[in-house]
């Protein structure tokens, strides 16, 4: 019989802990901060024991452990790696302003403005950077389509997401989300059982992740040169162009640069265990799921910009309708090939899925609920030579590793 969670400590101590700050919000009594670990995510430290009921509350909705999908016995057919599909598009921003600063198009911030300034949402919940520290990343809620584009771009470094979501719900303003999977997991389970999360939040837009780099990966950026954090004033992952440069401004004004591979094949091993295991990294909870459109997967050199978008829901297609007939986003349609042609990582990270989770069960550790996620059906679709290999790949490493220590991407080319 597999053991089931049982404490806060025990979600950080076997690597089941993303860093999203929820717990932080759902245990005030705890005194939990979000602090940099030994592998360079962010996780939570707790000043004081949870009461039981905020304990309770953490095991019930934290995304670590609980995950659950549109697979339900009494949904529809679904696609059985993209689930839901409402309608799939490749497409970019219309401004070329924001199609160059955004990661990618910039679908996912003319989206946002359109929800902001046609009044749909009063702020749309995204990252931007912290004031205090280049590499840091906080949660924001931005009201203006300006505030919107400075959220621009992809922060390939963690940041507790939803450590401020109760103060943003106080607010009592509609707004939408515009972030990872995992953070959207996270909305998801808090609206299973909090209705002003449900009244409140919207709408939500999740990127494709292919995983999230420690502040560490920043860190070896920098140190290769000759910088350190407290050197640099500005680091930009990407953007800037498709997919733009990585760059870190040092505090005399010079400028060093590096490409877009540094962070996936120099510097892979900054991963963090959970998303190794990821049940949804595409952002199948989500209204609109939004990622690169690279044929293949990898970006052949600097492009002018574009995206690959899915609608799971009526009120994601909505959206997508209604931005563009305002004229914010330019859209072809497109079908899940497209989605499947561009994100071969993510193809195979949800058919390997059954046979990672049955190594995480065999290595003795607890037992997440990763629910309604079509993962059978996704290994069924592959090899059993594949399957043989992720199950030893992960056991292995949950004999050999400490359970949260620095895993390798496997987003490579
Ligand atoms: C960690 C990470 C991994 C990714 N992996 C993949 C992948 O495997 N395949 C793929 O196709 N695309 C991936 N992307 C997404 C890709 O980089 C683009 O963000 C996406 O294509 C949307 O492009 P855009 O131009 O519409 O985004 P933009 O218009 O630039 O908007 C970016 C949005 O992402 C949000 N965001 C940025 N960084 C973070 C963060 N750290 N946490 C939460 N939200 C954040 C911003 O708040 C904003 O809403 C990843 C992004 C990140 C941050
Ligand atoms: S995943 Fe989020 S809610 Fe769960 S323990 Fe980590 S920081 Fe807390
Ligand atoms: S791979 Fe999954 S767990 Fe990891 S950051 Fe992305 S969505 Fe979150």
Redesign the pocket.
């Given at each position: 019989m597999p053991r089931t969670f049982e404490s806060l400590a025990d979600i950080v101590e076997t690597g089941f802990c993303i860093g999203c700050g929820l717990c932080k919000a759902l245990a005030p009594g705890a005194e939990i901060v979000m602090q940099e670990a030994a592998n360079g995510h962010l996780r939570p430290v707790a000043g004081r024991s949870p009461a039981p009921a905020e304990e309770a509350a953490i095991l019930r909705l934290c995304p670590g452990i609980n995950v659950t999908g549109p697979f339900s016995a009494d949904a529809p057919p679904l696609d059985p790696v993209w689930g839901e599909v409402r309608r799939v598009a490749r497409g970019h921003a219309a401004d070329p302003g924001v199609r160059f600063l955004?990661?990618?198009?910039?679908?996912?911030?003319a989206l946002?403005q359109h929800l902001v300034e046609s009044g749909q949402v009063r702020a749309v919940l995204?990252?931007r950077p912290d004031g205090t520290d280049a590499l840091a990343?906080q949660p924001v809620l931005n009201r203006t389509a300006d505030a919107v584009l400075e959220?621009?771009?992809?922060?390939?470094?963690t940041?507790a997401?939803l450590e401020m979501l109760p103060e943003f719900l106080d607010g009592g303003e509609p707004f939408a989300v515009?972030?990872?999977p995992c953070?959207i997991a996270a909305i998801r389970n808090l609206q299973a059982e909090d209705v002003r999360a449900r009244e409140l939040i919207v709408l939500t837009i999740a990127?494709?992740?292919?995983?999230?780099p420690s502040l560490q990966a920043s860190d070896d950026f920098l140190a290769r040169r000759g910088l350190a954090r407290d050197d640099i004033t500005a680091f930009r992952w990407?953007?800037h162009g498709c997919p733009g440069p990585t760059v870190a401004t040092a505090r005399d004004g010079r400028t060093f640069e590096g490409d877009y591979a540094e962070f996936w094949v120099d510097n892979p091993w900054t991963t963090q265990f959970r998303c190794k295991i990821c049940p949804d990294a595409v952002g199948l909870q989500a209204d609109i799921a939004?990622?690169?459109a690279w044929p293949g997967g990898w970006p052949k050199g600097e492009d002018e910009?574009w995206?690959a978008v899915i609608a799971h829901t009526e009120a994601g297609a909505r959206l997508l309708a209604d931005a563009e007939a305002a004229g914010r986003i330019v859209l072809q349609e497109a079908d899940v090939a497209l989605l499947s042609d561009?994100?071969p990582?993510?193809v195979a990270l949800r058919e390997a899925l059954a046979a990672r989770l049955a190594a995480v069960r065999v290595a003795g550790l607890p037992e997440p609920r990763f629910e309604d996620l079509g993962l059978a059906a996704c290994a069924a679709a592959v090899d059993t030579a594949v399957l043989a290999k992720n199950f030893e790949g992960t056991l292995r490493r949950l004999r050999d590793a400490a359970r949260d220590a620095p895993a390798q991407a496997d987003?490579t080319p």
């Amino acid at each position: 019989m597999p053991r089931t969670f049982e404490s806060l400590a025990d979600i950080v101590e076997t690597g089941f802990c993303i860093g999203c700050g929820l717990c932080k919000a759902l245990a005030p009594g705890a005194e939990i901060v979000m602090q940099e670990a030994a592998n360079g995510h962010l996780r939570p430290v707790a000043g004081r024991s949870p009461a039981p009921a905020e304990e309770a509350a953490i095991l019930r909705l934290c995304p670590g452990i609980n995950v659950t999908g549109p697979f339900s016995a009494d949904a529809p057919p679904l696609d059985p790696v993209w689930g839901e599909v409402r309608r799939v598009a490749r497409g970019h921003a219309a401004d070329p302003g924001v199609r160059f600063l955004a990661a990618a198009g910039g679908i996912m911030t003319a989206l946002s403005q359109h929800l902001v300034e046609s009044g749909q949402v009063r702020a749309v919940l995204q990252v931007r950077p912290d004031g205090t520290d280049a590499l840091a990343s906080q949660p924001v809620l931005n009201r203006t389509a300006d505030a919107v584009l400075e959220s621009a771009g992809s922060r390939y470094a963690t940041c507790a997401t939803l450590e401020m979501l109760p103060e943003f719900l106080d607010g009592g303003e509609p707004f939408a989300v515009a972030m990872k999977p995992c953070d959207i997991a996270a909305i998801r389970n808090l609206q299973a059982e909090d209705v002003r999360a449900r009244e409140l939040i919207v709408l939500t837009i999740a990127l494709f992740c292919g995983t999230v780099p420690s502040l560490q990966a920043s860190d070896d950026f920098l140190a290769r040169r000759g910088l350190a954090r407290d050197d640099i004033t500005a680091f930009r992952w990407r953007g800037h162009g498709c997919p733009g440069p990585t760059v870190a401004t040092a505090r005399d004004g010079r400028t060093f640069e590096g490409d877009y591979a540094e962070f996936w094949v120099d510097n892979p091993w900054t991963t963090q265990f959970r998303c190794k295991i990821c049940p949804d990294a595409v952002g199948l909870q989500a209204d609109i799921a939004v990622g690169d459109a690279w044929p293949g997967g990898w970006p052949k050199g600097e492009d002018e910009g574009w995206n690959a978008v899915i609608a799971h829901t009526e009120a994601g297609a909505r959206l997508l309708a209604d931005a563009e007939a305002a004229g914010r986003i330019v859209l072809q349609e497109a079908d899940v090939a497209l989605l499947s042609d561009t994100q071969p990582h993510h193809v195979a990270l949800r058919e390997a899925l059954a046979a990672r989770l049955a190594a995480v069960r065999v290595a003795g550790l607890p037992e997440p609920r990763f629910e309604d996620l079509g993962l059978a059906a996704c290994a069924a679709a592959v090899d059993t030579a594949v399957l043989a290999k992720n199950f030893e790949g992960t056991l292995r490493r949950l004999r050999d590793a400490a359970r949260d220590a620095p895993a390798q991407a496997d987003y490579t080319p």
